[in-house]
């Protein structure tokens, strides 16, 4: 079945590096533009960031720009978020998404992270 | 990215119907046809329920349909069942290629 895994989250310190994977399943990965999207405890949804098909072009939010590098191995059909410089107000949960038409069709289970000393 | 703006709650008793609306700007929602709906219940992921304004996934129920005027999308709920009661987000893609959430909308079923 069509599945998103995340792995990577965990406690990291204010100014740490931390890097997330996503592994899909299902369907044929290199067709498909992919999103990084987070949710902070008790909070809304917030787009971070998505990268196209062949690797071609990639965009941030504001909150994370100069941040953070989203990356793709269609061979591998993986997805990957490098975050640097990381702030408390990082602390979320990261969803890896597909997206279809700009809109966010199928959801990993998501990966906490939190940044706390 | 200015957050798009949602209602903080709306309720509704089973059976009645709802709308949850969504308001942006030019830039974003007024601009394209890049407008989607989520549902997520506590403690779960998301769910798509609309994508480009009004076209419904498979397997959404189609007591959930999605228009747009202007600047401003609605997400209307009919037949209303305890089990839509959740927290509802828009979502639209804007003029800078980036995409924006709206803040969420509980949906409350008396």
């Known amino acids: 079945q069509v599945q998103l895994v995340e792995s990577g989250g965990g406690l990291v310190k204010p100014g740490g590096p931390l890097r997330l994977s996503c592994a899909a399943s299902?369907?044929?990965?290199?067709?498909?533009?992919m999103s990084w999207i987070r949710q902070a405890p008790g909070k809304g949804l917030e787009w971070i960031s998505y990268?196209?098909?062949?690797?071609?072009?990639?965009n941030y939010a504001d909150s994370v720009k100069g941040r953070s590098t989203v990356s793709r191995d269609n061979a591998k059909n993986s997805l990957y978020l490098q975050m640097n410089s990381l702030r408390v107000e990082d602390t979320a949960v990261y969803y890896c998404v597909r997206v279809s038409s700009y809109g966010f069709d199928i959801w990993g289970q998501g990966t906490m992270v939190t940044v706390s000393s | 990215q200015s957050a798009l703006t949602q209602p903080a709650s709306v309720s509704g008793s089973p059976g009645q119907s709802i709308t949850i609306s969504c308001t942006g700007t030019?830039?974003?929602?007024?601009?394209?046809?890049?407008v989607s709906w989520y549902q997520q219940h506590p403690g779960k992921v998301p769910k798509l329920m609309i994508y480009?304004?009004?076209n419904r996934p498979s397997g959404v129920s189609n007591r959930f349909s999605g228009s747009k005027s202007g600047n401003a999308a609605s997400l209307t709920i009919s037949g209303l069942q305890a089990e839509d009661g959740a927290d509802y987000y828009c979502s639209s893609y804007t003029t800078s290629s980036t995409l924006v959430f709206g803040g969420g909308t509980k949906l409350t079923v008396l």
């Open positions: 990268i196209t098909s062949s690797s071609s072009y990639t």
């Open positions: 480009e304004v009004s």
């Open positions: 299902g369907f044929t990965f290199s067709d498909y533009y």
């Open positions: 030019s830039s974003d929602v007024g601009g394209y046809n890049y």
